[in-house]
């Protein structure tokens, strides 16, 4: 039977793990074994003595001490909770065309079925054991492991397609359920939780004491020591059930996973595309898009379109999506996209004041728009609270460079007044951009504008920006904000790039060109240029929070 070569390598690595286990716990009851030699020999009178009974009862404390940590170590390790991947769950109730379509390729593969399915917004699928979190009997205490599926695969995917890259995944449900390697993945997942738990315990305050730190110490020193004993063997008992995994699946589909393959590379580029261009700003200013599911369909269309690799792909989109398998796709998107923001960004597990969902036809006024005057305004307020390192106006030679000094500022100055894209530019270009320096430092150590802008997310997207980006992002708001304000622009967004500027003829790649280079240099020749090639009127006041 196909897969049966690498199972059996498998279950040969799974019985190394097994007897490495036997060893620790034979290691562990060795003292009491020589103990009860001691007292089986003084109880037959061939080891007796005064010096013998301070042996016995000597190694008789040992054992017994032994073995108490040897239990509480082999209680941490079988009730230690390894980590679970965050997924939404899908009921049967709420999917019966996709468990259907899982049981059959299950028949056809020839191995049980997975016991639920559920969706994680990751561009990757995989089996996942449950089974420390169930109780009962003993068939009860043995479910079948959980697939998990990445949910852009689910909106992407045709459902042919689904169906071929789900084949090798369900396939390695047959060596999980062999006892041996059962038994062996649990040990291995125990062992891991077990050093974390001790990795925790000694981050806690109270695991710092003078009885904490050395336990958690000794329970990590021993889970390690273990984890690093099987580590070879449990890596090619897992290479021995992908290779019998994949050995299976090749009579299913083979063809069409071939083609599947290549749409998982594509759907991985915009669903990254996708939430670090579109998802993290509105993240940042306490809104979560609730369809971002429907929002990688129209990325990846239009990926499809500018990308000249990805000709054709468009002719799939009359094909049945893998989406129609559910029920109410537009729950599960909900919830998926609820689920991508706490796990990307750290945002609160449901909406909230502060935290609320957004649609795709709002995110230009309720993101866009918002982020750009946000970010404007925060960039004033900084400007306005410092002082310009220039020469006073009186110290200037020339009436053009004293009119100059006096629209920047210089001692005793008049407040910043009528907000104006012209005086900005000029503060920021003031001393070869030093001006630029500093306002990025305050940019960088100012608060975040959202509650949970900075929030701490188990899975960063993007590093933290520095100071520089930060001052860069904010110039192009400023821009952007006269644009619309002077220009009759608006705000728009690109599936790809994220907030998008619409005014004819306005490419933003110019635009960021044009301000970094203030930025980093402080001339502000180049973006005067840009400026002054569209309508916008840089003298005129901003509508600004």
Not at 88 to 111: F, G, K, N
Not at 447 to 461: F, R, S, T, V
Request: with cysteine; hydrophobic share 50%; glycine share 10%.
């Amino acid at each position: 039977m196909a897969g049966e070569a690498g199972e059996a390598a498998a279950r040969a690595r799974a019985g190394a793990v097994l007897r490495l286990r036997g060893s620790a716990l034979a290691v562990a009851l060795l003292p009491a074994a020589a103990a009860v030699v001691l007292h089986a020999g003084r109880a037959t009178g061939r080891i007796d003595g005064p010096a013998w009974d301070g042996v016995r009862w000597g190694l008789t404390g040992v054992a017994l001490l032994v073995l108490a940590v040897a239990a509480a170590v082999a209680a941490v390790i079988v009730r230690a909770e390894p980590a679970v991947s965050p997924t939404v769950p899908v009921a049967e109730s709420a999917a019966p065309d996709l468990y259907l379509m899982v049981r059959d390729l299950a028949d056809r593969l020839q191995v049980p079925p997975p016991s639920s399915i559920e969706l994680t917004p990751d561009c990757d699928s995989w089996l996942e054991d449950r089974r420390h979190k169930t109780g009962g009997t003993d068939a009860e205490r043995r479910p079948g492991p959980v697939l998990v599926v990445g949910s852009p695969f689910m909106w992407w995917m045709r459902i042919a397609e689904l169906r071929a890259l789900l084949a090798p995944v369900v396939a390695g449900t047959a060596p999980s359920a062999d006892p041996e390697i059962s038994a062996a993945r649990r040990f291995v997942r125990g062992l891991d939780a077990a050093a974390a738990v001790a990795a925790q315990g000694s981050a806690r305050p109270g695991g710092r004491g003078v009885l904490g730190r050395p336990v958690y110490a000794f329970l990590g020193w021993v889970a390690r020591l273990l984890l690093r004993a099987c580590r070879v063997h449990a890596a090619e008992m897992e290479r021995g059930v992908a290779a019998s995994a994949s050995e299976r699946a090749q009579a299913v589909d083979y063809g069409l996973r071939i083609v599947a393959q290549e749409q998982v590379g594509l759907a991985y580029a915009g669903w990254d595309r996708l939430l670090t261009r579109v998802a993290l700003p509105a993240w940042r200013i306490g809104r979560w898009p609730s369809r971002l599911h429907a929002g990688v369909v129209a990325a990846l269309t239009e990926l499809s379109r500018r990308d000249r690799l990805a000709d054709g792909f468009e002719t799939r989109l009359g094909e049945r999506p893998a989406c129609d398998l559910l029920e109410e796709p537009g729950t599960v998107d909900e919830a998926v996209s609820l689920l991508a923001a706490r796990i990307f960004h750290g945002g609160p597990d449901r909406a909230r004041p502060g935290w609320e969902p957004v649609g795709w036809a709002r995110y230009p006024a309720e993101v866009v728009d918002r982020l750009w005057r946000e970010e404007a305004g925060r960039l004033i307020r900084v400007i306005e609270e410092m002082r310009p390192s220039v020469e006073p106006a009186a110290a200037v030679s020339s009436p053009a460079a004293a009119g100059r000094a006096l629209l920047v500022g210089g001692e005793g100055e008049a407040p910043f007044g009528a907000v104006t894209l012209e005086r900005v530019i000029d503060r920021l270009a003031v001393a070869g951009g030093q001006q630029g320096e500093e306002v990025a430092a305050r940019l960088e150590a100012a608060p975040p504008l959202g509650p949970y802008a900075d929030a701490a997310a188990a899975y960063p997207l993007v590093p933290q920006r520095t100071g520089r980006e930060l001052l860069v992002d904010h110039v192009v708001a400023l821009v952007c904000c006269a644009a619309v304000d002077t220009a009759g622009a608006g705000a728009g967004l690109d599936w790809l790039d994220g907030p998008a500027l619409r005014m004819p003829g306005v490419r933003r790649s110019e635009l960021t060109a044009a301000v970094l280079h203030l930025v980093e240099s402080g001339d502000p020749a180049p973006l005067r240029a840009w400026v002054g090639g569209t309508p916008i009127r840089p003298d005129k006041p901003l509508r600004l929070p």
